[in-house]
């Protein structure tokens, strides 16, 4: 809005740009290449989880259930009815903003904690479901064998493979600058400035004529939307899945993400994710309770939450 | 086939004992903090540990191991309300959200690095078997069903008729009208934890002989008894005490005669249909 296109900040980000676009170019590691990979990911999972609960100021304890869905769903099109990635991908996006639908519509009448437990519950349904419908899921075996993404056909007989580990990057990439991308216009537009009203006082933003049900259903769809996609990518590239995947325990770690890096602001989830995916990646082997260190991050951190 | 159905009926009042008094404990530090505490599972979880290693490593006699670890929970009950939740205590409820779900972590993996996820089996206690007409039911089932109306009775008593029972319910309804009334708020909050936890870790000690003991054993229950407080009313006593038993009912006779794989989407199921119908729960304030 009025700035100058050189600014400091438009040239971080163009630095940034270049650096996440050349990685694979001076990265030779498939080891580092992969720990980015799963970054990217994690960070979009974190970041259509913040406009729900940073932005929104809604506690939704089930975004790990919608990411789940997101990779089963996909999963299972591609494995048990042999659709092609991209449609499949495209599909389960939709999908998980159906169930996100059935889901938001009697729980966004709740308020508050009845609202975080409604969601964690619901959370637990989907796990329960996924591990226990054998016929569907395999249940507790897991999804084996997911192929990554199929290529995309140029014209003279040419096509985008996804067989490198370089080019999966690159997909994922590009969808984690979309997601940011489209977040930060809702969140700089009039819906994202509705947002942030519910979030300051619900009784008073609908007293202004904005409707407090319809505002928090639609925060809430667009989050499962970006949910279901990175869960999409995540078992393409992964190629396996097992319930826990929709675990509330990966609700749980999306929020220490975004907790970390700081919950309502846009770097924030990124911050978070990367740095924690890259610790714990590390610390892989290393007899370290990833998770005490993770709550005892959360215990200290409360007091600098979001921007109120 | 009534033997089938009273064998069930009995089945979900023992479940329902231990659900109680998990959501008894719930449903008393929601009263003071405003906020579900999250951690009450892991609580729970420790408290079965910590009978486990009393009753096998020391030898304890079952009865003793059980009081002791009420009184280590009651303590760290304390510690982490002195700790964790009082520096929060004028910031935002989300801030106490998130300490709750980090001492999740602690907890949850804390026990998990040091004994492992593997279950344990806690040596056989009570397990001499009564049969009544058809009936089997092992002394320790009917213990657990004793002394959870023991430890329910003498809660009441202890809130109903004594001062610093009363002075837990006045900060429950109205915590700076209790504070105006010279009420101790602080050391309220600190009776309350240290009750709250040890009444999970007697629920967590009197089951642990009949399941196993394990790092994720709180996670389900403590989400029923959300279930039960958010059905209840949040903060109802009595409303945690028959919601704990319809509970443990609905998930035996569901578990008996229809499927138990699915007994979790039973529970939360019949919470989502209530919370569709009534946003604050059966019992709740209307809001």
């Known amino acids: 809005m009025g700035d100058k296109i ?73 494995l048990k009815l042999g659709i092609n990635f ?87 990439l590009i969808s984690l600058l979309i997601t940011i991308f489209i977040i930060y216009r809702i969140v700089h537009s009039m819906m994202g400035r509705s947002f942030m009203a519910i979030r300051g006082n619900e009784e008073l933003s609908e007293s202004l004529g904005i409707s407090a049900m319809r505002t928090k259903l639609l925060s809430f769809l667009i989050s499962t939307f970006f949910a279901g996609w990175a869960g999409a990518l995540y078992a393409a ?18 929020l220490t993400f975004c907790m970390i890096g700081g919950l309502g602001t846009m770097v924030g989830p990124l911050i978070g994710a990367f740095i924690l995916t890259i610790i714990s990646e590390l610390l892989q082997g290393v007899a370290v309770p990833r998770l005490v260190a993770y709550g005892f991050l959360l215990v200290s951190s409360p007091s600098s939450c979001g921007e109120e | 086939m009534m033997v089938l159905f009273i064998q069930q009926v009995l089945n979900g009042i023992m479940l329902g004992s231990i659900y109680s008094l998990v959501a008894l404990g719930l449903t008393l530090e929601y009263g003071i903090l405003q906020i579900p505490n999250f951690a009450h599972g892991a609580l729970y979880m420790m408290g079965a540990y910590v009978t486990f290693l009393l009753a096998t490593a020391l030898g304890l ?13 009651g303590l760290v009950g304390i510690l982490v309300e002195r700790l964790v939740y009082r520096p929060l205590m004028l910031e935002s409820h989300l801030s106490s959200f998130i300490a709750a779900i980090g ?19 806690f040596p056989p206690t009570n397990a001499q078997a009564f049969h009544i007409l058809g009936i089997t039911i092992t002394l320790q089932r009917i ?33 700076e009208g209790a504070q105006l009334m010279g009420i101790n708020v602080s050391r309220v909050r600190m009776i309350v934890f240290a009750l709250g936890t040890a009444l999970a870790a007697s629920a967590a000690a009197l089951i642990a002989p009949i399941h196993l003991v394990h790092p994720n054993m709180g996670g389900p229950v403590i989400l029923k008894a959300f279930v039960i407080i958010i059905l209840g009313g949040m903060g109802s006593i009595p409303g945690a005490i028959i919601g704990g038993f319809i509970m443990g009912l609905v998930e035996s006779l569901s578990g008996g005669y229809i499927s138990t794989s699915y007994n979790e989407v039973f529970a939360f199921g019949v919470l989502v249909i209530v919370l569709t119908i009534r946003p604050t729960g059966l019992f709740g304030a209307k809001g």
């Open chain 1, 6 to 78: 050189f600014s400091l900040k438009n040239l971080i980000i163009l630095l940034l740009l270049i650096l996440a676009f050349s990685i694979p170019f001076w990265v030779s590691s498939r080891f580092i290449l992969h720990i980015i990979i799963m970054c990217c990911i994690w960070a979009m999972a974190a970041t259509s989880m913040n406009l729900m609960m940073g932005y929104t100021g809604q506690i939704n304890l089930a975004h790990g259930a919608f990411f789940g869905i997101g990779a089963y769903s996909s999963g299972l099109m591609i």
């Open chain 1, 86 to 172: 991209w449609p499949a991908l495209a599909l389960s996006c939709l999908i998980t903003v159906f169930v996100g639908l059935l889901i938001g519509l009697p729980a966004l009448r709740t308020k508050g904690s009845y609202f975080a437990i409604g969601t964690m519950c619901f959370n637990v349904i989907v796990t329960v479901i996924i591990d226990s419908w054998e016929g569907l899921t395999e249940g507790a075996r897991g999804l084996l064998g997911i192929p990554k993404p199929a290529p995309i056909p140029l014209p003279f007989g040419k096509a985008i493979t996804f067989t490198s580990i370089g080019a999966n990057y690159y997909l994922i």
């Open chain 1, 237 to 254: 590239y992964i190629g396996f899945l097992s319930p826990e995947i929709s675990d509330y325990h990966v609700t749980f770690e999306l």
């Open chain 2, 61 to 73: 006699n079952f009865w003793l191991a059980m009081i002791v670890a009420m009184i280590v929970l």
């Open chain 2, 103 to 121: 001492l999740i972590f602690i907890f949850g993996d804390g026990v998990l690095n040091i004994f492992g996820p593997d279950f344990k089996r």
């Open chain 2, 143 to 175: 213990l657990i069903i004793v002394v959870t109306i023991a430890l329910i009775v003498v809660l009441q008593l202890f809130i109903k008729k004594t001062t610093m029972g009363a002075t837990i319910e006045a900060t429950a309804q109205d915590m």
